[in-house]
């Protein structure tokens, strides 16, 4: 049993790590941004006693300190989830809104845990393909994309507009992870994960369909009928199950091989033209609004695609990625029950 810190565990991908760590017998501290957030989880997983889930309030991850507090715990933490970082393009302003809470997010947590949680031995970061993928190539097809390979993407560049932001946020956040464990040398070491389109189902009792985390919003409107006539781009053709990431996560917890090192958490090629044919497969109720075979958009390029090397993944963590079609079957199962 590892006693763990989660931040942002009403968070999408949080929700999974958190119901992975406790089906594994870890002591889990979760950090949420409102009581009423706690609350809801709580009511949620009311067979676990406050020895095996409680919660710390942190309002604002971009607070400097904002931390401090949380890290304390008796007993005290071995290990350290963090997720809480925004991923959305509703943004009026990039640096408000996406950089400083994803740097100064991940900064200020490790600087917390040096300080005041001297027995953490292992912080997980989620970080994201944005800090891997090169934007400006496009497709770059013929080129493989593996954990050797960063976003050169500038800070004069984040501002220009918001996927620009979102993505510097996720790259100057885990290279200032990386610089952190070189210069400072805390007790602890790193690991950082970094899927691309993460799809699955969501967790019931955090969500509605109208805050329905980003990256499954183009299942959501599939279903609605919302690509009947025209099925939207793609836009990025890899993805990963969110049950599949949060095993990673704690896996990369767990193993002693996992330290200092990068995960690049891909289960393949997918595309929104993919998407809905398995909808139409399963759940024939929705056929009026869904597109047919003749429909135009949501294919893969015809100009080729980059490849991926996912290797270090199976091979370090020993993970057997779920298929899409079992991943979109479920995630419309959960999307119905909060009234899809």
Not at 140 to 147: I, K, L, R, V, W
Not at 229 to 247: H, K, Q, Y
Not at 293 to 313: H, Q
Request: hydrophobic share 40%.
């Amino acid at each position: 049993m590892t006693r763990v810190l989660l931040t942002g565990g009403s968070g999408f991908i949080a929700a999974h790590v958190l119901d992975i760590l406790l089906e594994r017998g870890h002591s889990v501290v979760t950090t949420v941004r409102s009581q009423e957030k706690a609350d809801k989880i709580a009511s949620a997983h009311e067979s676990y006693g406050k020895d095996k889930l409680s919660f710390a309030i942190v309002e604002d991850i971009a607070q400097e300190h904002a931390f401090d507090k949380a890290v304390v715990s008796d007993p005290p933490f071995e290990a350290v989830i963090h997720t809480a970082s925004p991923f959305h393009f509703n943004v009026t302003d990039v640096q408000k809104q996406l950089l400083d809470p994803a740097i100064i997010g991940t900064t200020g947590v490790l600087r917390s845990i040096k300080k005041s949680a001297p027995s953490v031995k292992r912080v997980v970061i989620t970080s994201s393909f944005a800090s891997i993928l090169d934007a400006f190539k496009g497709n770059n097809p013929g080129h493989t994309y593996s954990e050797e390979d960063w976003n050169p993407i500038t800070k004069e560049q984040a501002p220009e507009n918001p996927a620009n932001g979102y993505r510097a946020s996720k790259t100057f956040a885990e290279r200032a992870a990386w610089d952190f464990i070189e210069q400072e040398k805390p007790n602890f070491t790193l690991a950082t994960m970094c899927p691309p389109l993460v799809l699955g189902p969501i967790v019931h009792y955090l969500n509605s369909l109208d805050g329905l985390n980003t990256s499954n919003q183009r299942i959501r409107d599939i279903m609605l009928g919302k690509a009947k006539d025209e099925i939207p781009p793609t836009g990025t053709f890899i993805w990963v199950d969110v049950r599949d990431l949060a095993l990673c996560h704690v896996l990369a917890m767990e193993k002693e091989e996992a330290a200092n090192k990068r995960f690049f958490i891909t289960a393949g090629y997918f595309s929104n033209k993919e998407i809905a044919e398995i909808i139409a497969k399963h759940y024939p109720q929705y056929k009026e609004g869904l597109p047919t075979s003749s429909t135009p958009g949501g294919d893969y390029p015809g100009d080729g695609l980059y490849k991926y090397n996912n290797e270090r993944v199976k091979k370090v963590l020993g993970i057997e990625f779920r298929s899409l079609e079992e991943s979109i079957v479920d995630t419309v199962k959960s999307l119905q029950a909060v009234g899809a």
